[in-house]
């Protein structure tokens, strides 16, 4: 593993964990790295979910191509995880 997957790594599950928590209103205040971390936890849900309902993908999940299903199934994993973070550790009155 390079550098370089690293990199994209952390950039798609930045970019899964923001648009996750925009469309989830009310949701925990997270830094930006537990934000790329929910958005990498949610392309690994998003990834599995698919596997169960289409088998295995035929391409790689990637920013480039017409990858859009990808992108859509990790957002939706980002969402779920999210809810569930929230189920988990709810808030308090004081937060």
Not at 11 to 16: A, D, E, K, N, T
Not at 25 to 49: H, Y
Not at 55 to 72: K, M, Q, V
């Amino acid at each position: 593993m390079s550098v370089g997957h690293i990199l994209s790594w952390a950039v798609c599950g930045l970019i899964v964990g923001l648009v996750a928590r925009v469309l989830v209103r009310g949701g925990p205040r997270l830094s930006l790295l537990a934000t790329m971390a929910l958005g990498i936890a949610g392309s690994l849900a998003g990834g599995f979910l698919y596997w169960l309902v289409q088998g295995s993908p035929r391409e790689p999940f990637s920013l480039s191509g017409n990858a859009w299903h990808g992108w859509i199934m990790a957002i939706i994993g980002g969402v779920l995880v999210l809810w569930i973070y929230r189920a988990l550790n709810p808030r308090r009155w004081w937060q």
